[in-house]
């Protein structure tokens, strides 16, 4: 199967290429994401969590539309990272329905979904634990590669219906972490299924509230690791579902999800089968045009669960409060403080970030 | 002599009611041989934001922004959209980054937005009406605005 996606992401690559020049009703864009992120922690006691971090971000984003085609490739740099996040080819099926192909985000995350990686975009510097990147103490896959159907229809004279469904190839599971893969590098890793689907019905057709519901399925290959200590490969099979609500209005937005995630290893000495529930709600208020004051409260159930303890950092329980001021077009400050819980410890923690898109 | 009715047209003129405000109307025009013969508010909200939006002909609707007018602009934003400026520009770039749309074109020079429709009959602007009175390449779609 990965060899056959490979081929496909290839023939991919060279589709985009050839179709370039083809059309004369095309347009192109490119923004550049930036920011960059202070993080101090304390009463921290656990030597592999760190004190504190500065992170200066770039992200990448190039889209080209024509017609029929639409191209997005997304490249993620910081100064410990760097990684092609999303390249996709899209073919208009309708002009509500969006076939695409390529290294995507599973349509799993709400979260995700909405900001990906433009943290300007996001109503809060972090993200809750349950949509963190896989690379972040992730414990869900997001990054996939495969084929995703995006489509909308209208629902009445001004309502929306907004379904995607995704299939593709997993991350694996190796050194405590999922592992997408590596669409620059398809040799070097290899993956199991990975399906995914959303649901959401959009009181305003265009607006941004919105609510619904999101399921998936996941083998996800878990490699040898003398951590786990298992001598040899197993799988997880990992079901999700969940329901989330977004709402938008001139002063308030709330935003929310809950999912339930069952494992199951298949395969391992080491027997996995259990389930954890996790959910956050966030809620904002604007105060004027310029400054913004939000809050966050996380929790898990079941977060003793033995898959969540092959994630030791995952943040179990979280309570955060923010504050944001756009002072700028396309510039903001924020600053966040909260009390976190993982397995082995808990500390607090205060993040201060600048974020922007050029142009 | 020749002063003289220079003063009396200068008092006229001092003494002359205000002038009231004229009719002003903000328009969406597409090219004259356009299949774009009407628009719903909600296709104009979806097309100013990138949605794929069809014509008569089934090609795609282009939006293009008129930032000419900082009053035009204003009208737009809060009388079509329902937004603020931030509050647009902010949605934009979120439609772009969730699925890659690539935002409307927008012009801050009026000749340039009238060459762009009359070249292109899949296009849509909003204008002041004045700006294309007597100008036979246009047609008025709808009427967004009137004062």
Known sequence: MTTTLSRLMRSALVATIWVYPVHAEEASEFLLFLSADDLERSGVSEPTIRQGDFTPTIDFLYTYNNERWRVLAEYYLTDDENELERFQVGYSLSPQHLLWIGRLHQPLSTWISQYHHGAYLQPSISRPSIENWEDENGVVPVHIAGLMLDGRRSVGSDRGLRYTASVGIAPQFAEGELLPFD??????????????????????????????????????????????GNATKFDIRQQVVGVHVNLEGDLWGLLSAAYYVDNQSHGSANVIDDWFMSGYIQAGRRLGADWGTYARLERTRNATSDFLQLVPRYVYQREMLGVRWDFAMRQALAMEVSHNRVSMDEFAELRLQWSAVIP | MKYRVAIAMLLTSLSAPAPVCADHSLVLIANAESPIDSLLPLELRKVYLGFNVVDGSGQLIRA????????????????????????????????????????????????????????????????????????????????????
């Open chain 1, 183 to 228: 669409l620059l590098d398809p040799d070097d890793g290899s993956g199991r299924l990975a399906t995914s689907i959303s649901i959401s019905y959009f009181p305003d057709y265009v607006g941004e509230s919105n609510f619904g519901l999101m399921a998936a399925y996941s083998e996800i290959e878990a490699l040898p690791d003398p951590v786990l």
């Open chain 2, 64 to 147: 293009i922004s008129n930032t000419s007018n900082a009053r035009l602009w204003e009208i737009f934003l809060q009388d079509v959209m329902g937004m603020s400026a931030r509050s647009y520009d902010r949605r934009l770039l979120s439609l772009t980054m969730q699925s890659g749309r690539v935002r409307p074109d927008s012009f801050d020079d009026l000749d340039q937005i009238l060459t762009r429709i009359a070249n292109d009959r899949h296009a849509i602007a909003f204008v002041w009406e004045e700006d294309i009175k007597d100008k036979s390449d246009f047609k008025i779609v709808r009427v967004l605005w009137r004062r």
